[in-house]
């Protein structure tokens, strides 16, 4: 009823009226009625036939030529009455402020719902990672940034070696074993000790591009009577591809004397329960890394000083860090025409923010395959080796390498 009152309220409708059939002439009826419409309280329109016998003429009844409407408005009348339809406000404003808001929680609905819509993209983009596989298992993903590819538009081997040391200290931190410093143990805490790593083998089968997801699994494993093994795999999110595999082994030092140091029984009953028993995802290479000096090395770079960003929060330099010393002489052709595919390192001593460092390179005369080898060695100005490492290379133009079995997978995978 009220829909009905409120459009006869805007749109004024006359009432229907029935015409007689018309008369015979000289009947007295008339075959037309004019009406005179009025308006009434309630907001409608009333009308109103007007029954005057039409007009005579020497006694014989003539029908009206014309006829006219005559409305209220021509004759001065008292204002309506306010009632509840004539009282509410204009419907174009109305509408233009509810519409006004839905565009307003149409729009902070759209800032608050961030969650990404293509699958490619990171689910999490701000989450640390989760325990799987029974507590044994570390795993994170990553969304490749503008800003961690090169030249190449890939990612850089800084940016993979990066998300192998986030996921490490990521998993320390979620099983509950981090104390005060990246890596320790209440344990370890109390006897100013830390991990250091000591020798580090990585296999890249193909480097992700910006906007890549790659997702990390990384453990730990025993390594010897006082050593730790870390293994990684990097893959592809939307393909399962495994993009990167590595290992290392680490020891324990004395953050004050910066002397190696047994594992003590307190440390190794906090670690041991998150071991998890299987071979490493790389093989261990064993071979023998020659002596390189000034003759026998094809290019030196010299002058190589850390810089306070270079440093760690126990203040030697990232290990990440010496990677980019170690291209620093790699020739440049090998740089624009290749891309590292392999990188063994052995760690023989830290670098401090005082050390002045030369980069040394030599082409490998044993390297098999139609890329190239190189052994590197990283020294103190005075001679003291820091690093010694042997790298692989591939042809830009050659894909995917192929040395990952596409079938590799983590501990506890089915």
Same mark, same amino acid.
């Given at each position: 009823m009220v829909a009905t009152a409120a459009s006869s309220a805007f749109f004024p409708v006359s009432s229907p009226v029935t015409s007689s059939r018309p008369g015979k002439p000289g009947n007295g009826s008339s075959s037309f009625s004019p009406i005179k419409p009025k308006f009434v309280a309630n907001g409608g329109l009333q009308v109103k036939a007007n029954a005057s016998a039409p007009p005579k003429i020497n006694g014989s009844s003539v029908g009206l030529k014309s006829c006219s409407l005559k409305t209220q408005e021509d004759t001065p009348s008292a204002p309506a009455? $306010?009632?509840?339809?004539?009282?509410?406000?204009?419907?174009?404003?109305?509408?233009?402020?509810? *519409? *006004?808001?839905?565009?307003?929680?149409?729009?902070?609905?759209?800032?608050?719902?961030?969650?990404?819509?293509?699958?490619?993209?990171?689910?999490?983009?701000?989450?640390?990672?989760?325990?799987?596989?029974?507590?044994?298992?570390? $795993?994170?993903?990553?969304?490749?940034?503008?800003?961690?590819?090169?030249?190449?538009?890939?990612?850089?081997?800084?940016?993979?070696?990066?998300?192998?040391?986030?996921?490490?200290?990521?998993?320390?931190?979620?099983?509950?074993?981090?104390?005060?410093?990246?890596?320790? *143990?209440?344990?370890?805490?109390?006897?100013?000790l830390i991990?250091?790593?000591?020798?580090?083998?990585?296999?890249?089968?193909?480097?992700?591009?910006?906007?890549?997801?790659?997702?990390?699994?990384?453990?730990?494993?025993?390594?010897?009577?006082?050593?730790?093994?870390?293994?990684?795999?990097?893959?592809?999110?939307?393909?399962?591809?495994?993009? *990167?595999?590595?290992?290392?082994?680490?020891?324990?030092?004395?953050?004050?004397?910066? $002397?190696?140091?047994?594992?003590?029984?307190?440390?190794?009953h906090e670690i041991e329960p998150h071991f998890v028993d299987s071979p490493p995802v790389i093989e261990d290479d064993d071979r023998k890394l020659p002596k390189l000096d000034d003759k026998t090395a094809d290019s030196i770079r010299k002058g190589l000083t850390p810089k306070w960003n270079d440093l760690d929060v126990n203040q030697h330099v990232n290990n990440v860090k010496y990677i980019g010393w170690i291209l620093e002489s790699t020739p440049q052709e090998v740089l624009e025409t290749q891309e590292l595919c392999s990188l063994t390192l052995e760690y023989r001593r830290e670098c401090g923010r005082e050390s002045v460092l030369e980069s040394l390179t030599a082409a490998d005369p044993s390297g098999k395959g139609f890329g190239s080898q190189f052994q590197h060695l990283l020294r103190l100005e005075d001679g003291g080796e820091i690093v010694k490492g042997r790298t692989e290379w591939r042809p830009k133009t050659a894909g995917i390498n192929g040395a990952i079995p596409s079938g590799e997978t983590s501990p506890g995978d089915s």
């Amino acid at each position: 009823m009220v829909a009905t009152a409120a459009s006869s309220a805007f749109f004024p409708v006359s009432s229907p009226v029935t015409s007689s059939r018309p008369g015979k002439p000289g009947n007295g009826s008339s075959s037309f009625s004019p009406i005179k419409p009025k308006f009434v309280a309630n907001g409608g329109l009333q009308v109103k036939a007007n029954a005057s016998a039409p007009p005579k003429i020497n006694g014989s009844s003539v029908g009206l030529k014309s006829c006219s409407l005559k409305t209220q408005e021509d004759t001065p009348s008292a204002p309506a009455p $306010r009632t509840f339809i004539n009282q509410l406000p204009d419907w174009s404003m109305l509408l233009a402020a509810i *519409t *006004t808001v839905f565009l307003a929680a149409e729009k902070q609905w759209m800032m608050l719902d961030w969650k990404p819509k293509r699958p490619d993209m990171l689910v999490d983009p701000f989450g640390l990672g989760s325990i799987v596989q029974h507590g044994l298992v570390f $795993r994170q993903n990553f969304s490749i940034r503008s800003y961690e590819i090169g030249a190449d538009r890939t990612a850089s081997i800084e940016t993979v070696m990066n998300h192998l040391q986030e996921t490490a200290l990521n998993h320390v931190k979620s099983a509950g074993l981090m104390n005060d410093g990246f890596g320790r *143990t209440p344990e370890m805490y109390k006897k100013d000790l830390i991990w250091v790593v000591a020798k580090m083998q990585v296999m890249v089968n193909r480097y992700p591009t910006w906007g890549d997801t790659v997702e990390v699994n990384t453990w730990v494993a025993k390594s010897g009577k006082n050593g730790m093994r870390r293994d990684w795999l990097i893959s592809d999110c939307n393909t399962g591809e495994i993009l *990167t595999r590595a290992s290392s082994v680490w020891v324990m030092m004395n953050q004050k004397t910066r $002397r190696l140091s047994k594992i003590p029984d307190e440390v190794r009953h906090e670690i041991e329960p998150h071991f998890v028993d299987s071979p490493p995802v790389i093989e261990d290479d064993d071979r023998k890394l020659p002596k390189l000096d000034d003759k026998t090395a094809d290019s030196i770079r010299k002058g190589l000083t850390p810089k306070w960003n270079d440093l760690d929060v126990n203040q030697h330099v990232n290990n990440v860090k010496y990677i980019g010393w170690i291209l620093e002489s790699t020739p440049q052709e090998v740089l624009e025409t290749q891309e590292l595919c392999s990188l063994t390192l052995e760690y023989r001593r830290e670098c401090g923010r005082e050390s002045v460092l030369e980069s040394l390179t030599a082409a490998d005369p044993s390297g098999k395959g139609f890329g190239s080898q190189f052994q590197h060695l990283l020294r103190l100005e005075d001679g003291g080796e820091i690093v010694k490492g042997r790298t692989e290379w591939r042809p830009k133009t050659a894909g995917i390498n192929g040395a990952i079995p596409s079938g590799e997978t983590s501990p506890g995978d089915s």
